[in-house]
């Protein structure tokens, strides 16, 4: 039996990159399942505007700050 552990990060590594490669920041949010959608470099808190919507008309979704905790 093999792990599935190298598959799941090659999986995660190729979001990533995909989501890049489209030309968002893609900075993960905190609690998982979302990815800022706005230009990289942008001001300001990270937004999904594809996720976490409170209706499908809504202009934005989650938004959040980037932790700089160190």
């Known amino acids: 039996m093999t792990s599935t552990a190298p598959l799941l990060l090659r999986l995660q590594e190729a979001e990533t990159s995909a989501g890049r490669a489209a030309g968002y920041c893609w900075l993960a949010h905190p609690?998982?399942?979302?990815?800022?959608?706005?230009?990289?470099?942008?001001?300001?808190?990270?937004?999904?505007?594809?996720?976490?919507?409170?209706?499908p008309?809504?202009?934005?979704?989650?938004?959040?700050?980037?932790?700089?905790?160190?």
């Open 31 to 55: 609690d998982g399942g979302r990815f800022c959608s706005l230009p990289p470099g942008h001001d300001g808190d990270h937004v999904d505007v594809f996720r976490g919507r409170a209706s």
């Open 57 to 70: 008309t809504a202009a934005t979704g989650t938004r959040w700050r980037e932790d700089v905790r160190r």
